[in-house]
Nanobody, 126 residues
Framework: QEQLVESGGGLVQAGGSLRLSCVAQ????????MAWFRQAPGEGREFVAA????????VYADSVKGRSTISRDNDKRTVYLQMNALKSEDTAIYYC???????????????????WGQGTRVTVSG
């Protein structure tokens, strides 16, 4: 059974917006920091944004800062990534991830996350 299920990807023109969602299947969702990572074609996976369990503390990659917002709704066990002013270089598969340790601060480091979704593809044209 998948623990994290992403949705919301698709094809969008440059300058457009998308909101990605990730629904968690585990009940202790609010204990864990969550993050979004992405992997462009032919590239390694890179950090995009992270949020602590309460939703009070967020961290962003410089490449998306000011254009993206990570948020969460613990009642719905869902984390979101709102992306605006999309660029062709945002084209990637986007993955959400849950932290290894309950109560941990949001981190940019991939090793701090051990539960991953299957990914949702974002393609930015133009």
């Amino acid at each position: 059974q998948e623990q994290l299920v992403e949705s919301g990807g698709g094809l969008v023109q440059a300058g457009g917006s998308l909101r990605l969602s990730c629904v968690a299947q585990f009940r202790t969702f609010d204990w864990y920091a969550m993050a979004w990572f992405r992997q462009a074609p032919g590239e390694g996976r890179e950090f995009v944004a992270a949020i602590d369990g309460r939703g009070d503390w967020t961290v962003y990659a410089d490449s998306v800062k000011g254009r993206s917002t990570i948020s969460r709704d613990n009642d719905k066990r869902t984390v979101y990534l709102q992306m605006n002013a999309l660029k062709s270089e945002d084209t990637a598969i986007y993955y959400c991830a849950a932290a290894v340790t309950p109560g941990a601060a949001p981190s940019r480091a991939e090793v701090q996350y051990n539960t991953w979704g299957q990914g949702t593809r974002v393609t930015v044209s133009g």
